[in-house]
């Protein structure tokens, strides 16, 4: 069955504009989480969104904003871009059974975000 | 404050011997550990994961030990085969029934060698 598909796979923004990145989680997956990966900080959590409802949220600024649809896929938007925005983003979605719970999240390739 | 740590930022071992690599967390509320292996552009793949009831998993060449007392996991890999080459990195949850919310450690590059 098809994984996590995430669009675009690169995005070249300038300072100050704002983007959206789009994630379509695996089939039947309620629960889509978003990662940034930088080299200097790693893989930090963003948000996590489960039946359209913001479930959790990291510590990132008020610039950083997602949602979810009722088909379960998700986007996240960035304004005011910084330099510092630059990074690899990742999506991730889970089922929610009881019978998945051994399982872990199945992540998306991600979209490279370069601000210039 | 890093609650999950990988203080060791590369590990080289030869193919067919086994690669451990180490883990360690503050978080004593932590419920569930992940191990995911991380190749260039690409997102981790999900190798094995263990909840805290628990003090090993085994998939396959993958086991995961998990030390409770100490704060500490780790991962072997037996053998190793030049495949597994890659970022390796640990992750915590609090609640993983409910909650996305993963903290990952800051990763282990993992070299075998032929």
């Known amino acids: 069955k098809a994984g996590v598909t995430q669009t675009p796979r690169y995005l070249i923004k300038t300072r100050g504009q704002q983007v959206t990145l789009s994630c379509s989680p695996i089939s039947g997956h309620r629960s889509v989480s978003w990662y940034q990966q930088t080299p200097g900080q790693g893989l930090q959590f963003l948000f996590e969104y489960f039946s359209e409802t913001q479930r959790n949220k990291g510590n990132f600024p008020g610039r950083f904003s997602g949602r979810q649809f009722s088909n379960s896929r998700s986007e996240m938007n960035v304004s005011t871009l910084e330099l510092g925005d630059s990074a690899l983003y990742l999506c991730?979605?889970?089922?929610?059974?009881?019978?998945?719970?051994?399982?872990?999240?199945?992540f998306g390739s991600g979209t490279r975000l370069t601000v210039v | 404050d890093q609650q999950v740590k990988q203080n060791s930022p590369s590990l080289s071992v030869q193919e067919g011997r086994i690669s451990i690599l180490n883990c360690d967390y503050t978080?004593?509320?932590?419920?569930?550990f992940l191990w995911y292996k991380k190749y260039p552009a690409e997102g981790p793949t999900f190798l094995i994961s263990i909840s805290s009831i628990k003090d090993k998993n085994e998939d396959g060449r993958f086991t995961v030990f998990l030390n409770k007392s100490a704060k500490h996991l780790s991962l072997h890999i037996v053998p190793s085969q030049p495949g597994d080459s890659a970022v390796y990195f640990c992750?915590?949850?609090?609640?993983?029934?409910?909650?996305?919310?993963?903290?990952f450690g800051q990763g282990t590059t993992l070299q075998v060698k032929p």
């Open positions: 978080n004593s509320m932590f419920d569930y």
């Open positions: 992750a915590a949850s609090v609640h993983y029934l409910y909650t996305g919310k993963l903290i």
């Open positions: 991730a979605s889970r089922a929610e059974r009881t019978d998945s719970y051994p399982y872990g999240y199945t």
